[in-house]
């Protein structure tokens, strides 16, 4: 799923299910890694909406997607985090770190006129 943000591209990226953990990191982590390299794209957004518990692995690879992200001179964002995951992130302090917002129709707020091909 790829949204054009002003000619930019961004790409929106889903944990494949509710759970972010040691389970389903390793995937996720791989998509976040997909999306981040690829050619052309400045920013990536991931969608936390469906997931309702998370780990110290699925922290993990978020923060490596933002370290990778912030190697290539890219963005990286969450959004849709449930009250429970927001816990999570507040508790490990990584609510400091990330970019959050609401959902991705205020990410695309934020970022001016955008084009949305879903």
Known sequence: M????????ITVIRPPLDHLNAATSGEFGRQLTTAI?????????ADLGEV???DSAGLMALVSGLKQAKK??????????????????ELSQLDRVFEIF????????SNCSVKTDW
């Open 102 to 109: 609401e959902n991705v129709e205020s990410f695309q707020a």
């Open 37 to 45: 390299a690829a050619p052309g794209v400045v920013a990536v957004l």
């Open 2 to 9: 790829q949204t054009l943000l002003a000619q930019k591209p």
């Open 72 to 89: 290539m001179q890219r963005s990286f964002s969450i959004c849709s985090v449930s009250a429970g995951i927001r816990m999570v992130l």
């Open 52 to 54: 309702t518990f998370i």
